[in-house]
């Protein structure tokens, strides 16, 4: 009844294999190269607010500075959306060959301006007829870039699938802007004979 029970001895483990649970890493051991890598990488982390701010400033800077050299060259990677596409490079190319009245609206507004508010009868009158005489050619000059702009786009573009929503405005806005002010930056010379695909 009271006797010493013989108690059961304890489960022996291999001290290898414990050791194998403890400290082993489940991962291979990575090289130098790559844990020169990663200290760099965790050194370069922004830590603070101030340094995440300014480490997305200059990225904002560098992207900038990206999409202004390509305005440039031409390279429509770092181009804004409504600037991407065959369909509006054409519509820029064929913009850029035509000499329109409406790049210097600008300049004649200004001129007529001066004209009508230097108090000479003679001066204010031809300023006005300048200005609707101006103002007739604008119109005369938006019909027929419409037109012929679009019967371009069908004949080019008919069978491409390509949208050519929104190009009448997007060649009227850029025509009303002086050639060296354009951006993206006139690719061609005026009159130059234009592609006949555009992919």
Known sequence: MFRRTKSEPAPTTDPAEEQGKTTGKGRPT???KEA???AKARAKAPRSRKERAAVQ???RMESSQKIREAMKTGDE??????DKGP???FVRDFVDTRFSFLEIVIPVMLVTLVMQYSGIPALM???SF???GMFFLIILDIFFLRFRLG???KRRFADSGESTRGTTWYAVSRSMQLRFMRLPKPQVRIGQALAERYR
């Open 30 to 32: 990575p090289t130098r």
């Open 36 to 38: 020169e890598a990663a």
């Open 57 to 59: 400033r200059k990225q």
């Open 77 to 82: 990677r770092y181009y804004m959306p409504r």
């Open 87 to 89: 369909v509006r490079r």
């Open 125 to 127: 009158n031809a300023g």
């Open 130 to 132: 300048t200005l609707v």
């Open 151 to 153: 019967r371009e786009l």
